[in-house]
């Protein structure tokens, strides 16, 4: 590596610059994403122990049936709530990219609009959450209780339930944090801050948590919804 | 990236903002206040010592809880009227009260692991070394780093906090395995001791997450020109492969605990099945498994011994060369090895589970794997008794530690070789063979590592010496007796003396051992004292100490030794030197030492 670099003129390795021509706190980011990675890694591979581990499981076409002001007696409506959820998070993923992307070109006015539409489709997002886990808590599920027969019929252990409002939970609460780092960064970029560095770069790092945070939900989703 | 943001943002790269701030701070005299100089300070060299006194005073109180209860294990049958004095109701009678036993040695281990070996260690030492050895002002983010240690030490005041609670520390074992972690009702220390235990651990994973993220970035984004990362000295290779595997294993360990957590509070079944608790019945709880903690916790538990290893190794790699007077033997065969080491500390977990029941299919992998490591293990022991190899020695108290280091290694490692076969550790699993070999590769080993850096670098940290006839007293004394307490505990686990017992006069098989441990309890108390006449070299020395008079006691090659002799925020006055070659040119053309800074010469040949 030493033999070829030096005879390169861009000496990446080198020392006196970033290898990677970034700057340190996006560095940073991708390895803190790669920590956060592992932790959930972690769960949703306990998950799928555990559950293979048992002998039934609820079927979740039947669990996640419903959506808010559905009238009495209709008949079932298999993740159509969730999947709207799961959409409107892919899209302000899609609007967190135009954000960045105004923010490369400096353009403080596409930064403002485009975070809004972000942190409003984070907030959607939750909504949406904090009704599924208060309908699925009426219906008697929460950590330790759990309502929902197995498949077959037979009588389920609580590791489903304990399991869903953990993992969707820990997931959640990242959502969480996300918006609001994106409501100081729509702060930062109101009072200018930003045009006085002359670069948006922070924004390019939320805007990566951002879109770790919209992949998780595609494994969350597929774990506990689609299997 | 426009190409602007791209240009700023290398500005940011190459000139990090404490330059301005480092110089301003040479030039000007700079008034710092007590707080910022020596409370919330964030220069990487202040934080390094509020590292290491921390460690400090954990590993005399960890040490002083082995003390108490080696005096259980090797005086069984006496009374200390004392310790009634000393703990209260826990040594009722003169006697250490099976609870108490529990405590202590749970407690033990856990500080000694995790706030000495890992806080104590890595954070001392990558915080001292790594901008000082890749010519940087400071860490990338010296406000995280200045909150990495008040985590840490957020850590510190829980977990003590949990010594004093009505029902006492948590007493399951420094590993936590549930179902005594997660039944508050499995016995007193899993109540309110095991609450403090977990949140003490889970603020200790942020700050080595907040540590091992900026070690990470310095070393890949802030070395001086020059400087690439074959040049690098290996103390920096150890510390950065150290701290991916901080980062990349101790999540999984918190989202273990998390839901412990809910095993605990919430009713959960996570860990929990049907199992009959004495005193209490059968559980309510279906279809959880007691081995996944298992499985989280030994993915953490395994990187994390290396964690606790290759700090030491990068060091002592550091100071035999140095006063070997020879350059480092196999410079690139040692940074592979430290990659070898932490790719397969991934891959080994489930060698401590051989005998929970793991299908052995499964478990010969594991075997297979864990057997493999022994391969760069080697490969590092041979280059460095290479590099011993007719090098012009200068026994210095560093150096020693350095060379008892190597010994240990070797003594412990090849005891792995004997765990690591699943068909052997059946026997010896949960045996003082496996406390033997534990404390030897890694709780003495590292500790050496970790003298041998105090008494090299603490020069630079305080501009003193350490007295030299004190080290070499500490130094005898304590790899005497370290051989002498642990060695015998291989014989006691090969008849079969299983661990974490309270008392084995009960037994008649292991009567015979009688005289041992009270011979190991002994030698162990002796020790303990040996520890407090290095606490007193250090903190006399730190004020009485003898001055330096160079720059670069050691002559050594490495950038730290280019800073004046108490370098200020910002390390280097003026700019910050570049670098030309390797770490390791010792005895070169004739010449004892030539530093990294030194251009290389026209007739020079290189290979770095
Ligand atoms: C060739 C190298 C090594 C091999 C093959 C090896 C193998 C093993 C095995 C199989 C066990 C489990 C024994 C049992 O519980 O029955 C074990 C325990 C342990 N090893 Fe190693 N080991 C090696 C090196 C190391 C090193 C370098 C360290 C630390 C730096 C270390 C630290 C530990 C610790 C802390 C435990 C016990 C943990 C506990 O149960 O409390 N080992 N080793
Ligand atoms: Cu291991």
């Known amino acids: 590596m030493t033999t070829t670099t030096a005879t390169t003129p861009a000496k990446y390795w080198n020392g006196g610059k970033s290898p990677f021509n970034v700057e340190y706190g996006k560095l940073m980011m991708w390895y803190f994403l790669m920590s956060d990675a592992f932790t959930f890694g972690a769960f949703l591979i306990s998950y799928g122990t555990t559950r293979f581990a048992t002998t039934g499981w609820p079927n979740a076409n039947e669990v996640f049936s419903s959506y808010p002001f559905k009238p009495e007696g209709s008949s079932p409506a298999p993740l159509i709530f969730v999947s709207i959820m799961t959409f409107i998070l892919i899209i302000s993923s899609v609007t967190m990219v135009l954000a960045v992307h105004a923010g490369h070109n400096m353009d403080k006015k596409g930064v403002v609009k485009y975070l809004i539409l972000t942190i409003l489709g984070g907030l959607a997002f939750l909504g949406c959450q904090a009704w599924e886990w208060t309908h699925l808590f009426h219906e008697g599920a929460w950590w330790g209780r759990n309502p929902f027969p197995n498949s077959d019929g037979t009588i389920s252990t609580t590791n489903f339930t304990n399991f869903f409002f953990t993992i969707t939970g820990f997931h959640g609460f990242h959502v969480f944090s996300g918006v609001v780092i994106n409501v100081v960064m729509l702060i930062m970029a109101l009072f200018n801050k930003f045009e006085q560095r002359g670069h948006y770069l922070m924004i390019e790092k939320a805007g990566l948590y951002w879109h770790f945070v919209d992949l998780v939900w595609v494994f969350v989703f597929t774990c506990f919804y689609l299997i | ?608």
């Open chain 2, 1 to 608: 990236m426009s190409n602007e943001a791209t240009l700023h943002a290398n500005v940011d790269v190459m000139v990090p903002h404490e330059i301005h701030h480092g110089e301003h701070h040479e030039i000007h005299h700079h008034h710092e206040s007590f707080i910022s100089k020596y409370v919330f300070s964030q220069d990487h060299k202040m934080i390094g010592k509020q590292f290491l006194i921390t460690g400090m005073f954990w590993a005399v109180l960890g040490g002083l809880m082995s003390v108490l209860f080696r005096l259980q294990l090797g005086y069984p049958d006496s009374t200390f009227p004392w310790l009634e004095d000393l703990i209260g109701k826990w040594g009722k009678g003169g006697h250490i009260s099976a609870e108490a036993y529990y405590a202590l040695v749970t407690t033990h281990g856990t500080v000694l692991v995790f706030f000495v070996l890992t806080a104590g260690l890595s954070g001392t030492f990558a915080n001292l070394l790594i901008p000082l050895q890749v010519g940087a002002r400071d860490m990338a983010s010296p406000f995280m780093n200045m909150l990495s240690y008040w985590f840490f030490f957020m850590a510190s005041v829980v977990m003590l906090s949990s010594i004093f609670v009505e029902t006492g520390p948590f007493s399951g074992g420094w590993t936590a395995y549930p179902p005594l972690s997660a039944l508050g009702s499995a016995s007193p220390g899993s109540k309110t001791g095991m609450d403090l235990w977990i949140i003490a651990m889970a603020l200790f994973v942020v700050s080595s997450l907040l540590g091992g993220l900026n070690y990470i970035v310095t070393i890949l984004n802030m070395r001086t020109k020059g400087m690439s990362m074959t040049r690098l000295p290996l103390t920096i290779w150890a510390l950065f492969f150290t701290a991916v595997l901080g980062v990349l294993s101790f999540p999984v360990l918190l989202s273990g605990f998390i839901l412990l957590i809910f095993d605990r509070n919430f009713g959960t079944s996570f860990y929990l099945s049907d199992i009959y608790v004495n005193g209490v019945g059968a559980l309510p709880n279906e279809g959880g498994s007691a081995i996944l903690f298992q499985h989280l916790f030994w993915f953490l538990g395994h990187p994390e011994v290396y964690i606790i290893l290759l700090p030491a190794m990068g060091m002592v790699s550091e100071i035999l060369a140095t006063n070997a007077r020879k350059p480092i033997f196999g410079y690139m065969a040692m940074v592979g090895s430290l990659f070898a080491i932490a790719i397969l500390a991934f891959l080994v977990w489930a060698h401590h589970m051989f005998v929970t029941g793991l299908n052995p299919f499964l478990g010969s992998i594991f075997v297979l794997l864990t057997l493999l490591i022994a391969v760069p293990s080697a490969i590092k022991v041979f280059n460095w008794i290479t590099t011993l190899w007719r090098g012009n020695i200068r026994f210095t108290p560093a150096m020693l530690f350095a060379i008892g280091f190597v010994s240990l290694f070797i003594s412990g490692g090849l005891t792995g070789i004997w765990l690591g076969n699943s068909a052997l550790d059946i026997h010896l699993h949960d045996t003082y063979f496996v406390i033997a070999h534990f404390h030897i590769v890694m709780g003495v080993a590292s500790m050496f590592g970790m003298f041998a850096g105090i008494y090299h670098w603490f020069p630079k940290m305080y501009g003193k010496y350490l007295n030299n006839n004190l080290g070499y007293i500490h130094f005898w004394l304590t790899m005497i007796g370290a051989y002498l307490i642990f060695w015998p505990m291989h014989y006691e686990g090969l008849a079969g003396m299983p661990r974490r017992y309270y008392d084995y006069s009960a037994w008649e098989s292991f009567k015979q051992f009688v005289e041992l441990n009270r011979f190991i309890s002994t030698v162990a108390m002796i020790v303990f004292a040996v520890q407090l006449l290095f606490l007193f070299n250090f903190f006399y020395s730190i004020f009485k100490g003898r001055k330096l008079t160079t720059q670069n006691p050691w002559g050594s090659n490495t950038l730290e030794w280019t800073t004046p002799i108490n370098p200020g925020h910002g390390n280097w006055v003026g700019e910050i030197p570049e670098v030309y070659r390797w770490a390791y040119d010792y005895g070169k053309d004739g010449k004892d030492f030539i530093p990294q800074t030194t251009p290389v010469g026209a007739d020079e040949s290189t290979d770095h």
